[in-house]
C-alpha cells in the first residue's frame, strides 16, 4: 500500500528524472550544480557539486564523458573537508533495432575516504527492446562490490514512460576493515521512475525503496563510494526548453540513510540541482 501511494504521489508531481534522451547526430555538453544539505550526519554538514558532460549519439554509437567534483564541509571530529572528483565513460553500441550492448568505467579520487579512493567501477550490461540488465564491479583496496540491475520501460496513456528497476548488491570481503565491517553481505532495491513531455516541459519523479549501499546508480553516472546505507530515495524535477538547442533543469531529491561505521542511523540528505543541457 505505501508503494502505491507513492507511486500516485509521483503520477502527480510530473516531475523529470528520466536523465537520457534519444539526440541522433547531435552532441551535447551539459552544466549542473547541485547543493547538498545533510541533517543528523556525524561527518558531514553541507556541500557543493560541479559537473560537466560531453555527449555524443550518433545512429551506431553513444560516447558520454562526465567529470564530477565534489566539496563537503565536514564536522568537527574530521580534519579536514571532503573534496571528490570522479570521472565517468560510458560507451553504448547499437546492434539493431531492438538490441544495444552497454559498457562503463569509473574511477574516484578522494582526499579522505582511503578505503574507496582510488576504485575503479567497471560496467556492462545489454538492452532488448524495453528491457535492460546492467552488471558493475566496484574494485576498491580491501573489499569489492558487485552489482545486478534490472530494468524495463512501461508506455502508459498521455505519453507517460514508466521505468521499473531491481537493484542487487553484494558485499565481498567486507569483513576485512573497519569502513564495511559492518554493513550486510547482501542489498536489494526496488524503483520507479516516471517521465513524461508536456508543451515543451520535461517531466518526471523517482522513488528507491529497500536498503543499498556502494551503489551504482543513474546507468553508471553516480558512484555512491562512502559507508552509508540509503533506505528511502524521493526524487522530483522539471526540464524546459529555453531555445532551439538549450534546455534547462532543476531537480530535489530527498533520502532518508544510515553511517555504517559509527552505527549512525535517522540521517537525511537533501540536494537541489541546476543543469544546461546544449545540444550542437
Known amino acids: 500500500m505505501k508503494l502505491f501511494l507513492i507511486l500516485l504521489l509521483s503520477i502527480s508531481l510530473f516531475a523529470k528524472e528520466e ?10 555538453i551539459k ?57 565517468t565513460l ?18 574516484i579520487d578522494d582526499n579522505l ?28 583496496h580491501n573489499f569489492d562490490v558487485y552489482q545486478a540491475d534490472l530494468g524495463y520501460v512501461l508506455d502508459l496513456k498521455n505519453n507517460i514512460k514508466l521505468k521499473l528497476i531491481s537493484k542487487y548488491i553484494h558485499l565481498s570481503d567486507k569483513n576485512s576493515n573497519n569502513f564495511s565491517k559492518k554493513a550486510k553481505t547482501d542489498y536489494f532495491t526496488q524503483g520507479i ?18 536498503e543499498r549501499i556502494f551503489a551504482v546508480m ?23 526548453s529555453l531555445g532551439k538547442n538549450l534546455a534547462g533543469h532543476i531537480r530535489y531529491a530527498h533520502h532518508k540513510a ?9 540521517v537525511k540528505v537533501d540536494t537541489i540541482s541546476f543543469d544546461l543541457v546544449y545540444k550542437f
Do not use: W
Open 193 to 210: 521512475k516516471l517521465h513524461t513531455h508536456y508543451q515543451g516541459y520535461h517531466l518526471g519523479a523517482a522513488v528507491y525503496l529497500g
Open 90 to 107: 560510458i560507451y553504448q553500441k547499437r546492434l539493431n533495432q531492438a538490441e544495444q550492448l552497454y559498457f562503463s568505467y569509473s574511477t
Open 19 to 28: 536523465e537520457q534522451h534519444n539526440h541522433t547526430g547531435k552532441n551535447n
Open 31 to 87: 552544466l549542473n550544480y547541485e547543493m547538498l544539505d545533510f541533517k543528523h550526519s556525524k561527518k558531514k554538514l553541507d556541500g557543493k557539486r560541479e559537473g560537466v558532460e560531453i555527449d555524443h549519439q550518433d545512429s551506431k554509437n553513444h560516447i558520454q564523458f562526465y567529470y564530477e567534483r565534489t566539496d563537503t564541509t565536514t564536522t568537527k571530529k574530521i580534519p579536514k573537508d571532503l573534496e571528490v572528483n570522479k570521472y
Open 113 to 140: 575516504m582511503k578505503e574507496t579512493d582510488g576504485g575503479n567501477i567497471y560496467g556492462i550490461g545489454y538492452n532488448y527492446c524495453k528491457a535492460s540488465i546492467r552488471g558493475y564491479f566496484s574494485d576498491y
Open 218 to 240: 543513474k546507468d553508471g553516472f553516480k558512484v555512491q563510494h562512502h559507508a552509508m546505507e540509503f533506505k528511502e530515495s524521493y526524487m522530483c524535477g522539471i526540464g524546459h
Open 258 to 266: 544510515k553511517e555504517v561505521p559509527s552505527d549512525n542511523d535517522g
